[in-house]
């Protein structure tokens, strides 16, 4: 069974930095393209960014490009995101998901929540 | 980047209705859409993937239409447990549409 399982979320303030985890298992992690999704509170589903199997081609959204830091440990089955200068706009629950074929995404963790306020 | 636009935003039907969404793209997507299913609380669920793929476990009521920018999910006879929000998202520089909540009448 797929699983996957973000840790790391929680109460930072703007300007502040937080790692982001997510393990995976049930699958051959270093076969597949990850990816970070994002939900505002009571708002839509944003892409945040992506990791090709080997970590060598990584992609982002354009708000989170030169602060947010995609990476994988195949070793460990982990995918993570590095996000630093936090913004308040930056608060969401953080969605780990396997990418299928470069066109969807076909599982999907429970989400971690991030909040940034002062 | 290619924007998705859902309508209705809201759906209000009963169970055993036919339920039709709608996902139009600014540019073509070719055949590279996707649906999800979203309820409160919880992670988005595949439904739909190319266009009119049916992911693992998805029942057969459930099915997806379109290419180039006009797309449809279709739930042919809707169940109680189908009353949800969904999103429907394309490949190219990911986006997703703003969501079609789907709520019993």
């Known amino acids: 069974e797929v699983q996957l399982v973000e840790s790391g979320g929680g109460l930072v303030q703007p300007g502040g930095s937080l790692r982001l985890s997510c393990a995976a298992s049930g699958f051959t992690f270093s076969s597949y393209w990850m990816s970070w999704v994002r939900q505002a509170p009571g708002k839509g589903l944003e892409w945040v960014a992506n990791?090709?199997?080997?970590?060598?081609?990584?992609y982002y959204v354009d708000s989170v490009k030169g602060r947010f830091t995609i990476s994988r440990d195949n070793a460990k089955n982990s995918l993570y995101l590095q996000m630093n200068s936090l913004r308040a706009e930056d608060t969401a629950v953080y969605y780990c998901a396997r990418f299928r074929a470069t066109t969807h995404f076909d599982y999907w963790g429970q989400g971690t929540l991030v909040t940034v306020s002062s | 980047e290619i924007v998705l636009t859902q309508s209705p935003a809201t759906l209000s039907l009963s169970p055993g209705e036919r339920a039709t969404l709608s996902c139009r793209a600014s540019?073509?997507?070719?055949?590279?859409l996707a649906w999800y299913q979203q309820k409160p609380g919880q992670a988005p669920r595949l439904l739909i993937y190319?266009?009119?793929n049916r992911a693992t476990g998805i029942p057969a009521r459930f099915s997806g239409s379109g290419s180039g920018t006009d797309f449809t999910l279709t739930i042919s006879s809707l169940e109680p447990e189908d009353f949800a929000v969904y999103y429907c998202q394309q490949r190219s520089k990911i986006t997703f549409g703003q969501g079609t909540r789907l709520e019993i009448k």
């Open positions: 990791i090709k199997q080997d970590g060598s081609e990584k």
């Open positions: 190319d266009a009119s």
């Open positions: 540019q073509s997507v070719s055949s590279y």
